[in-house]
């Protein structure tokens, strides 16, 4: 079974880069922000909340992240696998996430990191503030803020994976095609 987690900062490439992957492996995608984005759409109280917090660049509480995993793995139980695109985004979600498949007798395969500087993230989010109209990208302000929550919540989740020899790192900055090859190259190694 391959349970791969996608990780990077927010424009890291990590949803372009799930699309492909779950077409080549034949996974099931759960990226948490898309979670999150269905529940604002639906109007539900969940997604009221969350997206008070998105729209301000904030993370939304682990609780309901963790929550919002463990449905998606009970209602897919004869999964090959998963991609976990932005998620785990806190130690303490890495360290649920853990825990929900060793109850299960999964684990994770391995976490790929998809490195891009600073000042790319911010061309590319606001690129895509202008043609998709989400209001996070929209923003030279919140994007930073955002950058900035993942470096102090985020990049601890990395060496969280390294200790446990679980860490690969791949350079995001290039062609959509070259990036991929490079992570099927990793996943060959599993
Ligand atoms: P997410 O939906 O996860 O979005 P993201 O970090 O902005 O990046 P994404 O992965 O979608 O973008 P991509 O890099 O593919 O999070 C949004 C918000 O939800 C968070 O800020 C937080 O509030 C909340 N949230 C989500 N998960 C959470 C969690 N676990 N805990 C707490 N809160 C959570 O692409 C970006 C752009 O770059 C695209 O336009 C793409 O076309 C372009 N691009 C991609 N690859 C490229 C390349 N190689 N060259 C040029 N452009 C490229």
Known sequence: MLNLVLFGPPGAGKGTQSQKLIEKYQLVHLSTGDILRGEISQGTVLGLEAKKL???????????????????????????????DGFPRTVAQAEALDNLLQSKGKQISGMIALKVAEDELEK???????????????????????????????????????????????????????????????IATY
């Open 124 to 186: 590319r989010l606001l690129l895509r503030g202008k043609e998709s109209g989400r209001a996070d990208d929209a923003n030279p302000e919140i994007i930073r803020k955002r950058i900035a929550e993942y470096n102090a919540k985020t990049t601890p989740v990395a060496n969280y994976y390294q200790e446990q020899g679980k860490l690969q790192t791949i350079n995001g900055i290039g062609s959509i095609d070259d990036i991929f090859n490079n992570i099927c190259k990793v």
């Open 54 to 84: 998105m729209d301000d660049g904030k993370l939304v509480p682990d609780e309901v992240v963790i929550g919002m995993i463990s449905n998606k793995l009970d209602t897919n139980p004869d999964a090959k696998g998963f991609i976990f």
